[in-house]
């Protein structure tokens, strides 16, 4: 496993020429150039999260896991852009954790990378995070020490725009999400059966039926259930509307290893925002969420009962959810509605909306991240080498910043960089989308192109879980 023990790494504080003085001075860099004005007349959005061992009625199956509180995702935190928020941490776990503020550019201090950014949190201890909410959008709150993230320990993080215009009558969030732990196993026997070979010999078979859309292999673990907010299939959640009232659906993939596939039925999805972010409206019948990654779709509502279905790609099973605007029985758990083969949303038709274009300059520094790696050993890498014996990647406060992440593996990998939002370039587009997390097919080069604007060591890491924990993360290191 990549992540230490609880003390906290001097090596990365002192990483790539920062200072423990320039460490302080982050305090006064709270406010980003791209930071929302405060709104002093608010008091702080104040939550309090206990991440702690608990039992879960997953809907049918109960599981002994970890969760922040007893509920599954953890509790919604939501706040106005230009807020503050403070959350504060109060672990009973009997392991160290962390939590990470997944999309958000917060004060380098605050975005809870263990050995990184703060010490781990023990129980007994609390720690607070406070920090300015950024800009508006749908984003996620997670554990970032191992696979802790794979069990529950996770959550949806909301920013309202105080322009919204208001163009929808409801609003749902759903997360889904792979579930193993509890189920005679845990993420962590998991990560060490793959670290020992010994997956293969696992019930079931390990790499399922693989994906075209994913360009092969679709994952590394079985897993037993597939949850939309918390339940499994058998007994979904229901979410009540008017027919021909229009629904805002914010989506959040919080997968350790499982890309979904998702559709309405009888409905198309106008995809309005990505990580946040909005894009010009582009209408499809489905689209993949990787791990990580978050879609706002809007809906107008038939008349009727529709099954929300997000299929694991490329694996066996999906996750359900339900519709209701009139009468009519609950869709079966292995409902298949037929735009999940439609039209499918891909990164080239997504466009950032025009306030939100990253105009596209010649890059002051550009880093290369070769994504290496595989099974056998279970070792993925990033530059040949696996965290936390990386190379840190240097870049200067007020540079224009190209990363090329190239995939040279057999999988897929889920990338995402902490503190920052990219412009995702595909060709001569100027316009690609503002995103935090991307896909890179193996194979592929995605081109990431972000503004240094938030001072401090930041990683970027593969967003499926057990190639995080084994090696896939480096540090994009501010110089002083
Ligand atoms: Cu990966």
């Known amino acids: 496993m990549s992540v230490g023990n609880s003390s906290f790494s001097r090596r990365r504080l002192l990483a790539g020429g920062g200072s423990l003085a320039a460490l302080g001075a982050l305090a006064a860099c709270g406010a980003t150039a791209s930071a929302p004005p405060r709104r002093p007349e608010a008091p702080p959005r104040s939550y309090t999260l206990t991440p702690q061992p608990t039992r ?41 954790t962390t939590v990470h503020w997944h999309g958000l550019p917060v004060v380098n201090a605050m975005d809870g990378v263990p050995d990184v950014t703060q010490p781990q949190i023990a129980a007994g201890t609390p720690f607070t995070y406070e920090f300015t909410l950024p ?17 529950g320990l996770y959550g949806p993080l909301i920013i309202d725009d105080p322009h919204e215009p208001g163009r929808y009558d409801v609003e749902w969030t759903i997360v889904v999400d792979d579930w193993i732990d509890g189920t005679g196993t845990t993420p962590d026997r998991v990560l060490q059966r793959l670290e020992s070979g010994g997956m293969m010999m696992s019930g079931g078979g390990m790499m399922g039926k693989g994906s075209p859309v994913l360009g092969g292999d679709a994952g590394d673990v079985t897993y037993p259930y597939y949850l939309l907010n918390g339940r499994a299939p058998a007994a979904p959640v229901s979410f009540t509307a008017k027919p021909r009232q229009k629904a805002r659906i914010r989506m959040i993939n919080a997968g350790g290893d499982t890309s979904f596939r998702v559709a309405l039925g009888g409905h198309r999805l106008t995809v309005t925002h990505t990580d946040g972010y909005p894009v010009a409206p582009v209408t499809v019948d489905t689209l993949v969420l990787g791990m990580g990654e978050r879609y706002d779709v809007e809906v107008t509502l038939a008349d009727g009962v529709f099954p929300l279905v997000a299929v694991a790609e490329g694996k066996t099973g999906q996750a359900l959810g339900v519709v209701r605007t009139g009468a009519g029985a609950v869709p079966p758990a292995n409902v298949r509605p037929a735009e999940l083969d439609g039209r499918m949303l891909d990164y080239a038709g997504l466009h950032a909306a025009s306030g939100a274009v ?76 503002r995103k935090d997390t991307a896909i890179v097919l193996p194979g592929q080069t995605i081109v990431a192109d972000f503004v240094a604007d938030n001072p401090g060591q930041w990683v970027t890491h593969c967003h499926n879980a057990y190639h995080d924990a084994a090696g896939m993360m480096t540090v994009i290191s501010y110089q002083a």
């Open 135 to 151: 800009d508006p959008g749908t984003y996620w709150y997670h554990s970032h020490v191992g696979v802790q993230r794979d069990r």
């Open 358 to 433: 990253l105009p596209a300059r010649t890059p002051d520094v550009t880093h290369d991240l070769v994504l290496g790696g595989g099974m056998m050993p279970y070792r993925w890498t990033i530059n040949g080498r696996a965290y936390p014996d990386d190379q840190p990647l240097p870049v200067r406060q007020g540079q224009y910043v190209r990363l090329r992440y190239r995939n040279t593996t057999a999988m897929y990998h889920p990338v995402h960089l902490h503190g920052h939002t990219f412009a995702l370039r595909q060709g001569n587009s100027p316009t690609g989308p």
């Open 56 to 96: 879960l009625d997953l809907g049918g199956p109960a599981v002994q896991t970890w969760a922040f509180g007893d509920t599954l995702p953890g509790p919604l935190l939501r706040g106005t852009a230009g807020d503050r928020m403070r959350v504060t941490v109060a672990s009973r776990l009997p392991a160290g």
